[in-house]
């Protein structure tokens, strides 16, 4: 079945210490995405990426970063950069930016301690 | 101002009652997405819809282009319905020449608790 696979689901970071949150997908989609959700409020872009080795900032890309070297994968990274990590992270992807029906993972949550 | 605007925040009904979620927007769009997330986390896309009104099972969406604003009907709502219900609206950045790409605005959500 095609979808999207986000691991890990749960995540632990002590502060200081980088973490990749991994996505991928066999869609064949072009677009994917990072959301950050945190209690109460909608969905933040983080990144996202319209083709294989390119990528874009989204509103609340300062202390992440991603890659896209393949198109089934957008892996992101939360650096120690990230001032307030503690969040829900969504991938989605969709067949182009803006165009078609969204799919999303199943969500990877993490906490620093 | 939130581009994407939805209500109620939270509803709470009984087993069987009707089911009404409302977006409003206020960006051009190409189509408009109802998106539900799970208790765990997970988001399903529910529809996506451009013009007049979808049905699958006893869901409902409706939109209309010129007021820009859609509905989310529930009807026979059943506890297992309980979840947050996302409206989505790529903006459409040059509806001059038709363009569709444009960044994706998500309202808030709302929580939906059915009692049985």
């Known amino acids: 079945d095609g979808g999207i696979t986000q691991s890990p689901k749960y995540l632990f970071r002590k502060e200081g210490q980088n973490v990749t949150l991994s996505c991928e997908q066999n869609?064949?989609?072009?677009?994917m995405y990072w959301y950050r959700q945190d209690p109460g409020q909608g969905l933040r872009l983080i990144y996202y990426?319209?083709?294989?080795?390119?990528?874009q900032k989204g509103d609340i890309a300062e202390g992440y970063s991603v890659s896209r070297e393949k198109k089934e994968s957008f892996p992101l990274t939360v650096t120690s950069a990230q001032k307030n990590p503690t969040a829900f992270y969504l991938c989605a992807s969709s067949i182009f930016r803006g165009a078609g029906e969204l799919f999303f993972g199943e969500g990877s949550r993490l906490t620093v301690l | 101002k939130n581009e994407v605007e939805q209500s109620p925040q939270n509803l709470t009904a009984q087993e069987g009652e009707f089911i009404t979620i409302n977006c409003s927007y206020s960006?051009?769009?190409?189509?408009l997405h109802w998106l539900q997330q799970h208790p765990g986390g997970g988001i399903v896309s529910l529809f996506m819809l451009s013009s007049g009104k979808k049905k699958h099972g006893r869901l409902i969406a409706t939109i209309n282009i010129q007021e820009k604003h859609s509905s989310l009907h529930i009807t026979a709502s059943h506890p297992r319905d309980s979840a947050v219900y996302i409206c989505?609206?790529?903006?459409?950045?040059?509806?001059?020449?038709?363009?569709?790409?444009?960044?994706?605005?998500f309202g808030r959500g709302t929580q939906l608790t059915v009692w049985p």
């Open positions: 990426s319209q083709i294989v080795n390119d990528f």
């Open positions: 989505a609206a790529p903006e459409r950045e040059n509806p001059d020449r038709g363009s569709t790409l444009g960044r994706l605005y």
């Open positions: 869609l064949n989609h072009d677009a």
């Open positions: 960006v051009g769009i190409s189509a």
